[in-house]
T-cell receptor
Framework: GNSVTQMEGPVTLSEEAFLTINCTYT??????LFWYVQYPGEGLQLLLK?????DKGSNKGFEATYRKETTSFHLEKGSVQVSDSAVYFC??????????????FGKGTKLSVKP | NAGVTQTPKFQVLKTGQSMTLQCAQD?????MSWYRQDPGMGLRLIHY???????DQGEVPNGYNVSRSTTEDFPLRLLSAAPSQTSVYFC????????????FGQGTRLTVV
């Protein structure tokens, strides 16, 4: 079946460090890929997305590129801030409608950024 | 701009009690879903709906019931609460399109004692 695997956390970085959170997927077909972020005590919100191979999603200094050849969608940021401390979820969706329209999530990676 | 509204935010139940978690969205989205979030497990789909009058089971539906009588509302019922249902519950809604963003509520933290 379709699935998402992301690196286990927690990840602890110093402010201004480089961040990479790995995400790979298994899917029969061509999914859309998402990164969601969950700040403490809040719901999930979309960070960025990509809907086809070689697309790059970007937002708030974060980037991820849809790599079909490696079935990956790694999240990167060049210089993290304390305010980036949160849990990050990689997710996929196959198609809109029916069971295929459901988001499938990875287990989440908790990021803590120290001043 | 309310988005997706979940109530209550916190709830403590005794084993065997029943309750309903409310979810309402004001964006006219056809697609709504319920997830539970447990440590180390990510988000797991409980039930979903592709429109009013249509619901289906997700990955972990046992012990939960849903209905969708209107586009706006998608309540989740716990029929007889068990400690294994202690979790954080999130409701989400989506507009059409494979690449469309899902909007999440703030969550309900449920403890079953």
């Amino acid at each position: 079946g379709n699935s998402v695997t992301q690196m286990e956390g927690p990840v602890t970085l110093s402010e201004e460090a480089f961040l990479t959170i790995n995400c790979t997927y298994t899917a029969t077909g061509y999914p859309s890929l998402f990164w969601y972020v969950q700040y403490p005590g809040e719901g999930l919100q979309l960070l960025l997305k990509a809907t086809k191979a070689d697309d790059k999603g970007s937002n708030k200094g974060f980037e991820a590129t849809y790599r079909k050849e490696t079935t990956s969608f790694h999240l990167e940021k060049g210089s993290v801030q304390v305010s980036d401390s949160a849990v990050y979820f990689c997710a996929l969706r196959m198609n809109y409608g029916g069971s295929q329209g459901n988001l499938i999530f990875g287990k989440g990676t908790k990021l803590s950024v120290k001043p | 701009n309310a988005g997706v509204t979940q109530t209550p935010k916190f709830q403590v139940l005794k084993t065997g009690q029943s309750m309903t978690l409310q979810c309402a969205q004001d964006m006219n989205h056809e697609y709504m879903s319920w997830y539970r979030q447990d440590p180390g497990m990510g988000l797991r789909l409980i039930h979903y709906s592709v429109g009013a009058g249509i619901t289906d089971q997700g990955e972990v539906p046992n012990g939960y019931n849903v209905s969708r009588s209107t586009t706006e509302d998608f309540p989740l019922r716990l029929l007889s609460a068990a400690p294994s249902q202690t979790s954080v519950y999130f409701c989400a809604s989506s507009p059409p399109g494979q690449g469309a963003e899902a909007f999440f509520g703030q969550g309900t933290r449920l403890t079953v004692v």
